[in-house]
């Protein structure tokens, strides 16, 4: 459990650290632009193998259950992690989702974190997700506060419904697909379809 906190600490605490854009500036004018970003990915990717690499040792320990969720939430939590896909794929194609969603990454973190809180009842799952949930939120919040959130804001509207957004739908379905019958359990060890 304790390279699951590390890699908790390394990973969110380096996300963290562009919600303080004093500190970022900071970072930037000591270490240059580049020496910035080769250091966030360094702490990132420590922090990301420190994390999988955490859990799964704290997964073939066995579970510490916390309480017991009902079985129907690992449907819910299946349909819930539909859109983070779309929302995901919405990122590289500019449209009325993203323009919604005003942070799709952010929206699809809190997604994904709140549909596996409610289907997984263990510590380590909760403090996993839990802590994704909780940065997430943090995260949104310290964007919505920028002065070039404001900015963007009173700059206009709402694109309509296009192109870009029916590619973003057809490219979400078919990874969620992909992920769902395939790719989880190969990855995450975990069916989705409980077969």
């Known amino acids: 459990m304790l390279l699951l906190v590390l890699g908790l600490i390394l990973f969110l605490g380096g996300h963290a650290v562009s919600m303080k854009r004093d500190l970022r500036a900071g970072l930037i004018a000591r270490f240059g632009d580049g020496g910035y970003k080769a250091l966030y990915s360094l702490v990132s990717l420590l922090g990301f193998v420190l994390i999988v690499y955490g859990f799964g040792a704290y997964r073939a320990n066995g579970y510490i259950p916390v309480w017991e969720p009902p079985a129907f939430t690992r449907h819910v939590a299946a349909l819930l992690n539909l859109p983070i896909f779309i929302l995901v794929a919405s990122l590289y194609l500019p449209g009325r989702i993203k323009a919604a969603a005003r942070h799709p990454m952010l929206l699809a973190v809190k997604i994904w974190a709140s549909a596996h809180l409610i289907a997984n009842g263990d510590l380590g799952s909760m403090l996993l997700f839990g802590s994704f949930l909780a940065w997430a939120v943090m995260a949104r919040i310290s964007a919505k506060r920028r002065p070039e959130a404001a900015a963007q804001l009173a700059a206009g509207g709402t694109p309509g419904f296009g192109r870009n957004d029916v590619i973003a739908i057809a490219i979400g379905l ?4 992909l992920f769902a019958f ?14």
């Open 174 to 177: 078919v990874a969620y697909g």
């Open 182 to 195: 395939w790719l989880h359990p190969l990855l995450i060890g975990v069916s989705v379809t409980g077969r």
